[in-house]
Antibody, heavy 118, light 112 residues
Framework: QVQLVESGGGLVEPGGSLRLSCAAS????????MIWIRQAPGKGLEWISY????????YYAESVKGRFTISRDNTKRSLYLQMNSLRDEDTAVYYC???????????WGQGVLVSVSS | QSALTQPASVSGSPGQSITISCTGT?????????VSWYQQQPGKAPKLIIF???NRPSGVSNRFSGFKSGNTASLTISGLQTGDEADYYC????????????FGTGTKVTVL
């Protein structure tokens, strides 16, 4: 079955960096576009970054553009999110997810908490 | 790019039907049939329940149905059950700015 497992979250001070990883299994990872989505505590969902299956097409939400970098390694079936210059407002649960038909998101990881605080 | 607009809360009694609206613009819902709906139980990841406006993934109850008219999409839950109590989010492909996808503001469904 399809599984997406995030790791790398934790507590970091403002201005710091973290790298999230997402290990995929149960499907042909290199065939799918992948997405990072976050959810601040008690808030709604925010689509933040997207990478095509080849890695050639990338998009970022304005809220993270210039600070976050998405990447993938199809040989390792893994998706990454390098987060730099972290701010208090980046505190959220970060989900790795798979894009499916019509840009829908058919599988989500369990999420990993990133807390930015001094 | 603004989030799609949903009512903050909707409630109903067991067995009733409820409808959640999701209002966007001509840059998203009004032009593309790429509206999805997600159910999020407390403490869990969201789950896809409707894609491409009105299609259900395998395994999703036919009590969930989707519809679109103009810039507004809607999700109807028929035969409401206590297990349907959750947060519901719509989402849509968008051509506005450079953002590819936008979520709704979310609706808390309460079963009375």
């Amino acid at each position: 079955q399809v599984q997406l497992v995030e790791s790398g979250g934790g507590l970091v001070e403002p201005g710091g960096s973290l790298r999230l990883s997402c290990a995929a299994s149960g499907f042909s990872f290199s065939d799918y576009y992948m997405i990072w989505i976050r959810q601040a505590p008690g808030k709604g969902l925010e689509w933040i970054s997207y990478m095509s299956n080849s890695g050639r097409t990338i998009y970022y939400a304005e809220s993270v553009k210039g600070r976050f970098t998405i990447s993938r390694d199809n040989t390792k079936r893994s998706l990454y999110l390098q987060m730099n210059s972290l701010r208090d407002e980046d505190t959220a649960v970060y989900y790795c997810a798979r894009e499916s038909t019509g840009r829908s998101i058919d599988y989500w990881g369990q999420g990993v908490l990133v807390s930015v605080s001094s | 790019q603004s989030a799609l607009t949903q009512p903050a809360s909707v409630s109903g009694s067991p067995g009733q039907s409820i409808t959640i609206s999701c209002t966007g613009t001509k840059n998203d819902i009004g032009t593309y049939n790429y509206v999805s709906w997600y159910q999020q139980q407390p403490g869990k990841a969201p789950k896809l329940i409707i894609f491409d406006v009105s299609n259900r993934p395998s395994g999703v109850s036919n009590r969930f149905s989707g519809f679109k008219s103009g810039n507004t999409a809607s999700l109807t839950i028929s035969g409401l059950q206590t297990g349907d109590e959750a947060d519901y989010y719509c989402g849509s492909y968008t051509s506005g700015d450079i953002l590819l996808y936008v979520f709704g503001t979310g609706t808390k469904v309460t079963v009375l």
